[in-house]
């Protein structure tokens, strides 16, 4: 569509995207706020901030959730890698319907059921319960979703290319390292980070497979928000709105600048095909 | 598209009789006048068809489309400058320009699609200017066929009928006669995408010609079609506007698909039209320098005008000397200029010609194209310059080639060039 | 012997993803399943018959024999199960059409953005995707509570009189605003996708033909931003169906949701296999959807190719 927008699509962008943010700059304003009470103002502080700090029992896990996510994401990431190739690059073999069933499924599962079944197996198998099986219920899930993001890029991306490299000598291994990895790694760096911030956020999974001393930090927030608003877990939620936005937005600034340079280039390069004119 | 029989033709006559405006002899109209000073005075027999629809010619007609002063900017960018234009009822016009010429912004202001920043547009003498683009008796064919993917061939003939609320048994008729000018019957309840580019045009041309707009616009009809079917396609444009009577405008970077198809062509530059005339004329008497490379192949020579006489213009070039053109032209001695002359109307020889009033050239071969039908030989005249000739290769056997290096005489006749000024 | 090294590295590239998710995703299912047939036993782990394979094969057939289908006859006599999956596909279904309604202007509106503005509005659209859902959730609760901001801009407004409270916070109406919020993103992404695909000139050539701008939404722009539609409601039910967090917090106890009858059935009661059956039907409720949609993809993406 190339023709501008009207009063009522500007309208109705600036109504949703006020739905959209409102809430979040409401939460992180209050949460510098001097009183308790987080419907009144009553002054700016970063008091709360201070008290996050002596937090103990949030300290803690924020830690335990930044190994976590750290950890799932690392492996989630290959592991889903592995799975975007075999779906993209390896043609029919034997339980490929199953297989990507299995990397689709958790895409759209409800999270208390993979909880619970996760829950189940290692109980089933008398796994200790701990910082590890979240990891592993956290890689289970985000893998599928960095298969699904690689899967798109390899997909997009010319398969001669690889041919080229073999045809030059290279072995098929060698190859996916250095041409394959080099051209998809932008889809896999933002397939860790996806990994890393299902990891982050996950709350059900995580209660179902976590064990004694691996609360992680939606699990704290979650219990006291029962209980409650409260100013800290207003300056908890900002610090972590903060950390994404800047992941996010750098992210995409740097995607973006890539662009522009490789649009740039493509446009003189054509210039340089043109012949002169008179 | 439409039987090129007898029966075709009485129905729809041609243009021999249909368009039988009386020819003026006076030469070429004040408006070519005024827009082409190279060509006045020459006679309007130029090229190899003769032509009897000429309503420009006629000071009594009236334009049926007329862009008056028209101006459109976008943003700071000047896409058309001032123009004034006027096409006639049953015309086959060409806009031909490069990319960003400001051809295609012109088309789009006839469909309202753009509003001209100032001056207006009249279509059949009225004001259209603020007709927003769903109620002008013109219509489109697009560039990409914008067909609309989620409907039939024939839901996308009948979607202007439609909108028309014409009855549904007339729309279905409609349809099938549509279907049948363009002879995809078969294809009635296909979607777009089953289809072919060149089906996919067709019904794109159906569509547009659907609801007998008054005027036909076409953006780059053929551009996306192969070569083949390009070149069969343009005869068969021309056949259905003869058959349909519709005045067509048509845009286009394509010179060849210009001089092919249209009644007259515009040449346009920046925003601006260097030359309107008929495809012969814009191709026998360009106007410009940019005129002339733009329309085929040109060979141009740098000099100085040495004398100006009636009908005679000599000028001194550094590569062949005093080179004579017979033209009218009006210009000052010692004023640059150019000598404009088609490759074929350059003879090659080894030995020196004898016709003595020929102009003559001295060179070194220096390339040598052969595609069969014809050869170019590009010969290097001592001061630099590069002149194409081309020669049918009308026979097999030649007892002496030309070869590479050899030393080779170039002729053309005083009436076969052009001398032009800018 | 190049070949033979080249087959092992494929297998072994195919070998890993494919056992982690047999073992971590298959696996628990079958588990889940058997566990749905078996009864509450006060023992850790707490049901029975326990499979052990020190038992042999007839200790293994001794256990299918204990299996019933007594969890799934509870399920159906105990009426808050059918209550609460019935309850979830409605609130579910409600919020999708409200979600659809609120994002399809947005979507098109971005759509129909200069293009220079279009890869920042689209950031916009992904950020609170990036943000935890459990944050975005619990932001609503201090505008919605009783006490909360809602109440105090609406009395300071004066639609509210200064001892009346917004009665929002734990009803069904904030486990919808709770969802269309939360899951706006998915909405507005293939929304946006679709219109953005969507070529201008058809558009014209529609208006071209004498159709009003207005009519021609409805036959041109809105038919072929279907597949948009299509894969936004999916995206937005299939989740909502089994959502835990959001009728938790934002909902009262009159809100009944599976995914929370689910949560409430293992932690509070620890009935593992009566909740190891609500999730056996949970997961049968939602296969049509998501076959459904599989195959809307699929066709998208033949469409795409072809």
């Known amino acids: ?278 | 598209m439409v039987t090129k029989g007898t029966a075709a033709k009485k129905a729809a006559p041609r243009k021999t009789a249909a368009k039988a405006a009386p020819r003026k002899a006076a030469a070429a109209s004040a408006r070519s006048k005024a827009k082409s000073e190279a060509s006045s005075g020459q006679p309007g027999k130029v090229g190899p068809v003769r032509r009897t629809f000429a309503p420009w010619n006629d000071p009594a007609a009236k334009p049926f489309i007329l862009y008056e002063n028209i101006t459109k900017r976008f943003g700071d960018f000047v896409a058309v400058d001032d123009l004034t234009l006027g096409i006639y009822e049953r015309e086959f016009f060409s806009l031909l320009g490069p990319s960003g010429c400001g051809k295609t912004t012109l088309l789009r202001m006839l469909a309202g699609f753009e509003t001209p920043t100032e001056g207006r547009i009249l279509l059949d003498g009225q004001d259209i200017s603020t007709v927003p683009p769903y109620r002008r008796p013109v219509n489109m064919m697009f560039q990409s066929y914008a067909l609309f993917p989620h409907m039939s061939v024939a839901d996308n003939i009948a979607f202007g009928l439609k909108q028309d609320k014409m009855p549904k048994g007339e729309i279905a008729d409609r349809v099938d006669e549509m279907l049948k000018l363009v002879k995809l019957e078969p294809f009635k309840t296909r979607k777009p995408h089953q289809l072919s580019g060149g089906q996919r045009q067709r019904v794109a041309l159906a569509r547009s010609i659907a609801k007998r707009p008054k005027v036909l616009l076409l953006d780059e009809p053929l551009g996306a079609l192969d070569k083949k079917l390009r070149e069969q396609t343009q005869f068969e444009l021309t056949d259905l506007q003869q058959q349909l009577g519709l005045t067509f405008l048509i845009v286009t970077h394509d010179q060849e698909e210009a001089m092919t198809v249209s009644d007259r062509i515009a040449v346009m530059n920046q925003g601006n039209i260097i030359q309107v005339s008929t495809p012969a004329e814009m191709y026998e008497y360009p106007n410009s320098r940019y005129v002339a490379d733009f329309i085929g192949d040109i060979n141009l020579i740098e000099g100085t005008i040495a004398s100006v006489s009636r009908g005679k213009v000599t000028v001194e070039t550094a590569d062949a000397g005093k080179l004579v053109v017979n033209q009218d032209l009006k210009a000052d001695k010692g004023q640059k200029a150019w000598i404009a002359i088609r490759p074929e109307k350059v003879r090659i020889a080894l030995k020196k010609p004898a016709a003595r009033t020929d102009n003559v050239m001295s060179g070194e071969v220096w390339d040598i194209g052969y595609l069969g039908d014809v050869s170019t030989y590009h010969v290097k005249l001592p001061a630099g310059s590069t002149v194409k000739a081309l020669q049918t290769n009308a026979t097999r056997l030649i007892e002496r080639p030309i070869t590479w290096e050899d030393q080779a005489w170039l002729s053309f006749s005083p009436d076969g060039a052009v001398v032009l000024l800018s | 012997m190049a070949q033979h090294q080249d087959r092992n590295g494929r297998r072994l590239v195919i070998a890993v993803p494919y056992l982690w998710l047999l073992v971590f995703f298959l696996v628990p299912f079958l588990i889940v399943l058997k566990i749905s047939f078996s009864q509450i036993a006060v023992a850790m782990p707490p049901y029975t018959p326990t499979f052990s394979l020190g038992e042999g094969w007839n200790g293994l057939v001794a256990a299918f024999k204990e299996l019933s289908f007594d969890n799934y006859i509870w399920l159906t006599e105990d009426d808050l199960y059918i209550r609460s999956y019935l309850s979830s596909l409605w609130i579910a279904f409600v919020s999708t059409v409200i979600t659809l309604l609120v994002g399809y202007p947005v979507a098109y509106g971005m759509a129909r953005a200069p293009s220079h503005w279009r890869a920042t509005l689209l950031m916009l659209v992904i950020l609170p995707f990036w943000t935890s859902f459990l944050i975005r959730v619990y932001a609503w609760i201090g505008i919605l509570k009783p006490e909360g901001l809602l109440t105090v801009v609406l009395q300071t407004i004066g639609i509210l009189s200064p001892d009346e409270q917004v009665r929002v916070l734990n009803t069904t109406t904030a486990v919808y605003i709770g969802i269309v919020y939360s899951y706006l993103p998915f909405m507005v992404l293939p929304l946006y996708s679709a219109l953005e695909k969507l070529d201008g000139s058809l558009l014209e050539a529609a208006e071209d033909l004498g159709c009003h701008p207005l009519k021609a939404f409805w036959v041109i722009t809105f038919p072929l931003s279907l597949p948009g539609v299509i894969a936004g409601c999916f995206l937005v039910f299939i989740p909502a169906v089994g959502e835990f967090v959001i009728p938790d917090l934002l909902g009262g106890s009159e809100t009944l949701m599976i995914g929370k009858t689910l949560w409430a059935e293992f932690f509070s009661n620890r009935d593992w296999p009566v909740s190891s059956a609500v999730a056996v039907i949970l997961l049968l409720v939602l296969i049509l959807p998501i076959v459904l949609f599989q195959r809307a993809q699929q066709r998208a993406q033949e469409r795409e190719a072809g």
């Open chain 1, 1 to 278: 569509m190339n023709r501008g927008p009207s009063w009522f699509n500007i309208t109705s962008m600036v109504m949703g995207f006020a739905f959209l943010y409102l809430p979040i700059l409401i939460l992180i304003i209050f949460s510098f706020n001097e009183s308790r009470l987080v419907t009144v103002w009553a002054g700016f502080s970063t008091k709360w901030y201070g008290e996050l700090f002596r937090n103990e029992g949030l300290m803690d896990a924020a830690w335990v959730t930044a190994r976590v996510a750290f950890v799932s994401a690392s492996i989630a990431t290959v592991l889903g890698t592995l799975a975007a190739i075999t779906l993209v690059r390896f043609g029919r073999f034997h339980g490929r319907t199953l297989f990507s069933g299995m990397v689709y499924a958790p895409l759209v599962m409800p999270e208390v059921i993979t909880g619970l079944s996760l829950l189940l197996l290692f109980v089933a198998v008398n796994f200790d319960r701990g910082f590890w099986t979240v990891v592993i219920a956290h890689i289970t899930f985000s893998m599928c979703f960095v298969a699904v993001v690689v899967q798109s890029r390899l997909v997009s991306f010319d398969a001669s290319v690889e041919e080229a490299a073999m045809d030059l000598g290279c072995p098929p291994g060698k190859t996916f390292f250095v041409i394959t990895l080099p051209i998809i790694l932008p889809a896999v760096i933002s397939g860790w980070m996806l990994a890393f911030t299902l990891s982050l956020d996950d709350l059900v999974i995580a209660s179902f497979t976590t064990g004694p001393g691996a609360t992680t930090l939606p699990m704290k927030i979650y219990s006291q928000v029962r209980l409650g608003v409260t100013p800290e877990i207003n300056a908890v939620c900002t610090i972590l709105i903060a950390l994404v936005t800047i992941g996010v937005v750098t992210a995409s600034i740097v995607t973006k600048r890539q662009e522009i340079e490789r649009k740039r280039a493509e446009a003189a390069a054509v210039r340089a095909d043109e012949p002169q004119q008179v």
